[in-house]
């Protein structure tokens, strides 16, 4: 499934139907809860709402980073964000229907703000400014990556 199919609401919420707060990860460190929030504080940052974020990796490997985006390749298990630390921040959503409901937003902001900035690129702090379409590309393989590490994949 393209990247712009998977990255819709009634899409993802057929995966999400899957996920329980009781679900435990293959991997890693965070719940259910902290996992959706996870996710939506991404798309929130592809959709410029928290302002732009600092790039991280040097200038000089910034295109053979966003290689990876038009591959098959897939990220890595507990793989660090520098952005999160070491451990994950706990859950604002005090339910699982109420992340999913954060998240299922998100995408629907994510997918409005490139349809009235169809030009715009936004920061991503490890592969530098994306477009649309690099940022349905990464928020796939992003998605893919938890859906897998909750076994709702």
């Known amino acids: 499934m393209d990247a712009a199919t998977f990255l819709t609401p009634a899409t993802l919420d057929n995966y999400l139907s899957r996920l329980h707060e009781n679900t435990l990860p293959e991997w890693g460190k965070m719940n259910a809860l902290q996992m959706l929030e996870h996710l939506g504080v991404g798309l929130a940052f592809s959709s410029n709402k928290h302002g732009e974020l600092t790039v991280v990796t040097p200038p000089d490997k910034i295109a053979r980073y966003k290689q ?54 936004t920061v991503h702090h490890i592969f530098g400014k994306l477009n649309y379409e690099e940022w349905q590309l990464f928020h796939r393989k992003h998605f893919l990556h938890h859906f897998k590490q909750f076994g709702i994949l």
Do not use: K
């Open 68 to 121: 990876f985006l038009y591959s098959e390749m897939e990220m890595q298990h507990s793989l660090p964000s520098p952005l999160q630390g070491d451990e994950p921040p706990s859950p604002r959503a005090v339910s699982i229907a109420m992340a999913r409901q954060y998240l299922l937003e998100e995408i629907d902001d994510f997918n409005v703000y490139f349809q009235q900035h169809p030009a715009a690129t």
